[in-house]
């Protein structure tokens, strides 16, 4: 999720045009930062391509900008560690907040799937060549992007299946008795930092929210374990409540049937559990925050490099890398703990589970992104135990569907496509023999955008009720054919975020409360 630590005034136009990724062109001068690019893998019809950027100058960069052609008829898909924008065949690759400051010599990348044969032209990085030195210039290419669709087939060794993936029954579980109303709205309240969206009291959330997750519990170090969470200090946050006032609150939401949950990781929080004393503190961390502030769960969202897996770990059913395996105890033995009323939600990006049904982590021979489909163990290993999956149906690159068609976000087109692979299930990797069950619809929710400056992919009211409609009833799908039917438990409704929604005027709550409970 896109969760700026400091006050942007103009979020909307920065935030949400600044989808960047850099490249990296073989340096040409010496003293200034570079980036050059290299194809790891090639089948022809595509590849998958990184730029990585080194601050070869004197001073620390705080952020970069990598801006490139392609040639008419090759098109960007995935991408990953930046975020992009593009317009006819010019694509503009920005930072995440996790790598945008590079002390001199230091170094970071991105990567990106490319459909079609051609390769970058005309890099510059932060205005200036690639290579280091002036831009190039040679004109943007003034071709209009083909309107054809992009390829659908992957690379030969991951080709997803010209079939419809087999019916895999959902859990047989019953689903538990959480409190929560049959069609849920849940979003994010800033609480331990401020951005453009201001900051807001517990007292004064509005009832409407079902679910509150508590943004955010973030880690001593990446690889600690150790998760702390404060109040935004004053100085941040002036009409910052009192703690014991912000615990006060909380118990009055409950008492009203709310649940309050703290959110590990988002944008700045890496965690990684890379060993057993890690997920000890992860433990014992995350649980002293649930009883300091008698809350009734936990949120995992986990973004970046926080989850990966190692080469070789291909089968999600059995995992082996140690971050997953690490998360998995963890989140088994806090569900132990708390018991049956403990609520546990997941709000992963799109590239860590639905892109599984292409890539899953490096492939047979390893070149993929190792972190392509790294949540599915974790949502396969606890599928008994989670509350909700909400994905973050945002912030992402195009993604191929049941249909073996790419899907972009920004409509209800989307939403529909992302959530039924959750619904239907999926084979992994384009294996049919490797099938990633479906969740109960209960489990089942979508993430979206509360306003234009809360992330990029905002949909308005209608598209995203457009979508809902489509999922819960069968009507107005548009030209997608769900495959999982019509699921009328379906959950909800997420957004980042309530703080978001109150600057815009609360137009997601009120317009999608009212739709949820008209809802059978």
Not at 148 to 155: D, G, M, Q
Request: aromatic share 10%.
């Amino acid at each position: 999720m896109t969760r700026t630590r400091t006050l942007i005034t103009a979020l909307a136009a920065g935030v949400l045009a600044a989808t960047a990724a850099i490249w990296l062109a073989p340096a040409a001068s010496a003293a200034t930062p570079t980036a050059v690019f290299t194809k790891t893998s090639d089948w022809g019809s595509g590849w998958e391509g990184k730029y990585t950027i080194t601050n070869g100058g004197t001073s620390a960069i705080t952020s970069w900008t990598v801006v490139f052609d392609l040639p008419a008829g090759t098109t960007v898909g995935t991408y990953w560690d930046a975020l992009m924008t593009s317009s006819g065949q010019r694509y503009t690759f920005t930072n995440r907040s996790w790598n945008g400051t590079l002390a001199p010599g230091q170094s970071t990348s991105f990567g990106f799937l490319g459909n079609g044969s051609g390769s970058p032209l005309n890099c510059t990085l932060n205005g200036q060549s690639c290579g280091g030195g002036t831009p190039p210039t040679t004109a943007p290419p003034t071709t209009r992007p083909p309107t054809t669709a992009p390829p659908t087939t992957a690379p030969p060794t991951t080709r997803p299946p010209t079939t419809a993936p087999p019916t895999t029954q959902p859990p047989t579980t019953p689903p538990p008795n959480t409190g929560l109303p049959k069609h849920a709205l849940i979003g994010y309240l800033h609480s331990s930092f401020a951005n453009g969206s201001g900051y807001l009291r517990m007292a004064d959330v509005p009832a409407d929210w079902d679910i509150i997750n508590l943004a955010f519990g973030e880690p001593t170090s990446v690889t600690s374990g150790d998760i702390r969470f404060r109040l935004c200090p004053a100085t941040e946050c002036p009409g910052v409540e009192s703690e014991a006032e912000f615990i006060a609150a909380i118990r009055a939401k409950q008492q009203q049937g709310k649940k309050v949950l703290i959110s590990i990781g988002g944008q700045n929080g890496q965690v990684q559990l890379t060993t057993t004393a890690a997920r000890d503190a992860f433990v014992s961390s995350v649980s002293a925050i649930i009883d300091r502030y008698g809350l009734n769960g936990l949120d995992i969202d986990f973004e970046g490099h926080s989850l990966s897996l190692n080469t070789g770990d291909t089968d999600f059913r059995n995992p082996t890398t140690p971050v997953i395996v690490n998360l998995i105890s963890a989140l088994r033995t806090l569900k132990q703990r708390y018991g049956a009323g403990f609520v546990l939600t997941m709000a992963p990006e799109t590239f860590f589970v639905q892109l599984g049904y292409q890539f899953y982590g490096s492939g047979p021979w390893g070149g993929q992104d190792p972190r392509a489909g790294s949540y599915l163990p974790v949502i396969y290993a606890m599928r008994n135990d989670i509350t909700v999956l909400h994905v973050q149906d945002y912030n992402s690159g195009p993604i191929m569907g049941l249909d073996n068609q790419y899907h972009t976000m920004g409509g209800a087109d989307f939403h529909i496509a992302m959530t039924d692979m959750l619904l239907a299930g999926f084979p992994v990797a384009g294996n049919t023999a490797n099938v990633f069950p479906a969740l109960r619809e209960d489990q089942v929710a979508f993430g979206t955008p509360a306003a234009t400056s809360a992330g990029n992919g905002y949909v308005a009211p209608a598209g995203v009720q457009q979508a809902v409609n489509c999922l819960v009833r069968g009507q107005s799908c548009g030209s997608y054919t769900p495959r999982s039917g019509t699921n009328p438990n379906f959950r909800g409704l997420m957004t980042w975020s309530i703080n978001w929604d109150r600057f815009y005027g609360w137009e997601f709550r009120n317009s999608h409360r009212p739709f949820l409970n008209s809802l059978p």
